[in-house]
């Protein structure tokens, strides 16, 4: 069964730390993974997917089909990264998106 | 416009009620969601409309009933809910429905429509 893993409920750091939220997925052909993230008061918006190899406010994810995860790192945290952020696996060609328990950062000064 | 718009923001209904949630979209996507979220959990998807048309239904009772009218619109039809519906409900879009890869499959959420059911 397909199926996305966030392990931490909730991770804490101070301003300026490393912070990696971990990602796990089982999947049998070939995702496509997000990272979705939501700040207080706001909608919930794509941060970054796999695909596009791109670094968003700071964050980049690499996708390890060995290891079957899609950690989303930033060498530096600050405040304002203070969200809840959910990893979400796209079955390929199709339109449903499974996303994982979330995992909530909070970065303190 | 790039924005998903839902109404209401909050609705109150009783058991034997009959409301309708609203989304709309004027991004020309193709492709539109409904997703149930409660609280602290991740939102859950209800149903897929893909060109107008009913492509996932991930099994909801018949109590929710979507519709699609036309490309930029969606209701959901809610009857004889019970309080475990109290939800959070989101809509989303994407570009174009069955691609991947591309820009089309990045799903755009709405604010939500907060339901409570007494």
């Known amino acids: 069964a397909q199926r996305v893993t966030q392990p931490e409920k909730l991770l804490s750091v101070f301003k300026g730390a490393p912070v990696e939220l971990k990602c796990n997925y089982s999947?049998?052909?070939?995702?496509?993974l997000f990272w979705y993230v939501q700040y207080s008061r706001q909608r919930l918006q794509l941060l970054l997917r796999h695909i596009s190899r791109e670094s968003i406010k700071g964050f980049t994810a690499d996708l390890n089909k060995g290891e079957t995860s899609f950690h989303l790192k930033k060498p530096f945290a600050q405040e304002e990264d203070s969200a809840m952020y959910y990893c979400?696996?796209?079955?390929?060609?199709?339109?449903?998106?499974?996303f994982g328990t979330g995992t909530r950062l909070q970065v303190f000064p | 416009d790039t924005e998903v718009t839902q109404t209401p923001k909050h609705l109150v209904m009783g058991m034997t009620n009959k409301k309708s949630l609203k989304c709309e979209q004027h991004?020309?996507?193709?492709?539109m969601y409904w997703y149930k979220q409660k609280a602290k959990k991740p939102p859950e998807l209800m149903f897929v409309?893909?060109?107008?048309?009913?492509?996932i239904n991930e099994s909801v009772p018949s109590r929710f009933s979507p519709e699609c009218p036309n490309s930029s619109l969606l209701n959901l039809h809610l009857h004889a809910l019970q309080p475990e519906d109290s939800a959070l409900y989101l809509c989303?879009?994407?570009?174009?429905?069955?691609?991947?890869?591309?820009?089309?499959?990045?799903?755009?959420f709405g604010a939500g429509t907060r339901l409570s059911v007494l």
């Open positions: 989303a879009s994407s570009q174009a429905p069955g691609l991947a890869g591309g820009q089309e499959n990045i799903q755009y």
């Open positions: 999947y049998s052909g070939s995702p496509e």
């Open positions: 979400a696996l796209s079955h390929y060609n199709t339109d449903k998106l499974i």
């Open positions: 409309y893909s060109y107008e048309k009913l492509s």
């Open positions: 991004m020309g996507h193709r492709a």
